[in-house]
């Protein structure tokens, strides 16, 4: 056998070691790390624009804006953190990261920021939210649509 040869053989068998060791999330883990995300996240947001830019409950309610305000200003922090760290507060109390489903590394904000529309898309379906149940990789749509998958971190 040529050196080459076992080179690409020891180089497969090390690849294939990593892919035996990744963990998909659970939908349990998944859930409770979105809750907790929308309670560290999403809901200072709205008290931000509740209060201090609108300046009461009342004029928050009255406005179209304020609601798609708060939604983009959530989707950019979540891109943000989803692309640097892959994980948000919720994802890492959970030891939860988002990342490629070939190569797990770290997504980018683009494809962080249409993977969370993409979400928004799917729970909206309701379809979306229980493909994981039929998956052996607990993929959601809208991890389907970008190509990632959530893994734990160990």
């Not at 609601?67 to 891109?79: A, D, N, R, S």
Request: net charge positive; aromatic share 16%; charged share 25%.
């Amino acid at each position: 056998m040529r050196f080459r040869d076992i080179k690409k053989t020891t180089k497969r068998k090390q690849q294939e070691k990593k892919t035996l060791h990744v963990r998909y999330a659970y939908y349990p883990d998944k859930i409770k790390a979105f809750i907790t995300d929308l309670f560290m996240i999403y809901a200072p947001i709205l008290y931000f624009i509740t209060y201090v830019v609108m300046g009461s409950k009342e004029a928050f309610q009255s406005s179209q804006w304020a609601p798609f305000l708060g939604v983009t200003m959530y989707t950019l922090i979540y891109g943000f953190l989803i692309a640097k760290f892959g994980q948000t507060p919720g994802k890492k109390a959970y030891n939860i990261k988002v990342v490629d489903d070939k190569t797990y590394k770290n997504i980018g904000f683009i494809r962080a920021i249409c993977r969370f529309i993409a979400f928004l898309f799917s729970a909206t379906i309701l379809l979306g939210l229980l493909t994981p149940f039929f998956r052996k990789d607990k993929k959601a749509l809208h991890d389907i649509i970008c190509s990632t998958v959530e893994i734990y971190t160990d």
